[in-house]
């Protein structure tokens, strides 16, 4: 219940009291659920808790306001301020205004101002409901990391609203909206990527950031100003890597790599609803990178090794690798080249990367040394296990090193 109601009612408290104000509202819907734990234990938890808690913050709120008198002109215009304490003060908690501020939310939030991390972090706390522990989870951090982290960046967002360009969640306008939503597209696929391959040392997969990132791209989707194609195309691209969670990873939590999954466990209805958006998107002019991606997420969801499948997938590489080149997408693309041509062709290209330091770097080399040349293929796993950050990792190399002692021996 907090996950789901703290950021609902953190996100109508900062609408109403405005960005610079945004350490107000979180304290207000900590404050709600501090009483929730102070009372529900002694009294019994209510007949509709969501109701309580609702009408706790808004009392909470409202006596906020009456106690400070003086508030910005901003306030006061919005929500009609009396001093006279008989008149009440709105404070809407519907879905609708809900949903509306969450998403405003989210435009300020990835304001430029502010780092990328910083961006996510303040989602991960305002908009997801995630405590600060989590987020230094998250990030392998500490929290005292954390809370500085979010406390510049929301401090970078209050003084911002005052010296450089106004910060409002109030309704932006098309202009605006368009000028932020690549942010805000950024911060989402981020946050799921985080949650689709975490290098914590507990789990290799988060799938409540993955959901929460999957649950703010559908409410851009499902508002008229934002259901664009590279939203659909995003939304698609989750749905397709949504669909193999519950094959890639095995009772004891070890990773299954991707050539090893149990295709029956993939999720069916998620692949259908990720090829219905996929195909959504290509009502759009331009062709972004989120189209791409979903697209080759849609050739790993069928299963056949056929050489029309990675040649299509070598292709998708190619051009997504000219409209925004990443040392990752380059290295997945050696991968699709091994598989459409040949080993010792994506040998060749992989080395020229030269991406130091990279363990997935060094697990592909190892793989495609694997059955040519299989001392090198040693040595290149070895220094992937180097690198590893993760226990869980560090055993699927091993598990690769292992197999080829067996075939050896």
Not at 121 to 139: D, P, T, Y
Not at 227 to 253: I, W
Not at 334 to 340: D, E, I, N, P, S
Not at 370 to 377: P, S
Request: neutral net charge; charged residues 25%.
């Amino acid at each position: 219940m907090f996950r789901t109601e703290f950021r609902k009612i953190a996100a109508v408290l900062c609408k109403l009291f405005g960005i610079e104000n945004l350490q107000l509202a979180e304290d207000i819907a900590s404050e709600t659920f501090l009483s929730a734990l102070e009372n529900w234990p002694y009294k019994g938890i209510p007949e509709n808790p969501v109701a309580w808690l609702y009408t706790v913050a808004k009392n909470k709120a409202k006596n906020h306001l009456l106690r400070n008198q003086v508030f910005t002109e901003k306030i006061a215009k919005q929500i009609k301020y009396s001093s006279s304490q008989n008149e009440e003060v709105e404070i809407d908690l519907s879905e609708k205004n809900i949903t509306d501020s969450q998403l405003q939310m989210l435009f300020a939030l990835c304001h430029p101002s502010i780092p990328t991390e910083a961006q996510i972090g303040l989602s991960l706390r305002i908009l997801c409901g995630f405590g600060i522990e989590e987020i230094a989870n998250a990030f392998l951090t500490s929290k005292e990391t954390i809370n500085k982290r979010l406390f510049r960046a929301k401090e970078k967002l209050r003084l911002e609203k005052v010296q450089i360009v106004p910060i409002t969640i109030g309704v932006l306008t098309e202009e605006e909206i368009n000028d932020r939503l690549e942010t805000v597209l950024t911060t989402l696929y981020l946050l799921f990527n985080e949650g689709y391959y975490s290098e914590s040392q507990d789990t290799i997969l988060r799938e409540e950031l993955c959901t929460e990132a999957m649950r703010l791209a559908a409410l851009l989707i499902g508002n008229g100003q934002t259901d664009q194609p590279n939203v659909k195309a995003l939304f698609a691209l989750m749905c397709f890597h949504s669909s193999r969670f519950k094959a890639r990873k095995n009772k004891k939590g070890e990773m299954i790599l991707y050539e090893d999954q149990d295709e029956r466990l993939w999720d069916q209805e998620l692949i259908a609803k990720g090829t219905y958006y996929l195909h959504q998107s290509s009502q759009g002019k331009k062709i972004s990178k989120y189209h791409l991606e979903a697209t080759i997420a849609y050739w790993n969801t069928q299963k056949a090794d056929t050489k029309e499948k990675w040649e299509n997938i070598l292709q998708l590489y190619n051009r997504l690798l000219q409209l925004e080149y990443s040392p990752v997408a380059a290295l997945n693309r050696t991968y699709a080249l091994a598989k459409a041509n040949s080993k010792e062709e994506a040998i060749i290209e992989a080395e020229k990367l030269d991406l130091a330091g990279n363990h997935f770097y060094f697990t592909l080399l190892g793989e495609l040394y694997a059955g040519i040349d299989n001392l090198k293929a040693k040595q290149n796993f070895q220094k992937a296990i180097s690198f590893a950050k993760t226990q869980t990792d560090k055993q699927t190399i091993q598990k690769k090193i292992d197999k080829l002692t067996e075939v050896e021996s």
